[in-house]
């Protein structure tokens, strides 16, 4: 069993070492920058109050008690609300985008069927082969910053820095998803990669946008809406019930993506 998985998972170890590696690495330069930004002091406060309420938005740092003259409040705006919730998100849709549409387009799908598996089977488990690449990404990435901030002599709460990485699972597969739906419905990868991309972004635009604009139930659609990597950080809020709509919305989106391939002709 999860033959698949493990096939899959292997295709990808070498590019998840070197993508954890990269955002370790950028990760221990944005920290070892952080005393030079502390020390600007209120300077810095003033310009970011001076920036339009959608930049804010879309950095997660709309509301008030936030500073990045903070580690907490540095690291959300420069890793967290960019790096691992816009880019990381577009990168875990792009790669899902492959996973269906890749093998159609290289007529390796039709061998694989040749086999006993089920079209289900096939598709979950290519889905859960995402799993391991988003674990190795956050256990590196987590155990580096929280490392990187004691050796510049700063203090955050581990339990936060941990939580911030727990709770991005259930977003980055809810990504993954919208990439798989894409991998379904288009036969060429290169359109469906493109197409998670631009999905992912789009959401995340719709949800700071919407935000600053007054229609903020628009951006309900948007996963970003329930993961907040600056409200952990900062406040130490912890949203369970949006990690729980995330996993339910990965959950329908896997079993749409489940019903459009099980009808698909892949000849």
Known sequence: MLEIVRYEASRRYKSAVVLSVLLALLSVLMVALFPSIESSGADIDAYWESLPPAMKAAFGASGGGFSLTTIEGFLAVEIYQFFWLLLLGIYVAYVAGSLIAGDVERDRLDVLLAAPVSRSTVLVEKFVSLLPTILVLNVVVGAVVYGSIVAVGESASMVDVAMVHLLSIPYLLACGAIGLL??????????????????????????????SAGVDWLGAISPTRYYDPTAILVSGEYDWAGAAVLLGATVALVLVSRAVFRRKDIA
Do not use: K, P, W, Y
């Open 182 to 211: 894409l991998s379904v419905l288009f036969d060429r990868a290169d359109i469906a990669q493109r197409g998670g991309l631009g999905a992912v972004f789009a959401l995340f635009l719709l949800d700071s946008v919407s935000e």
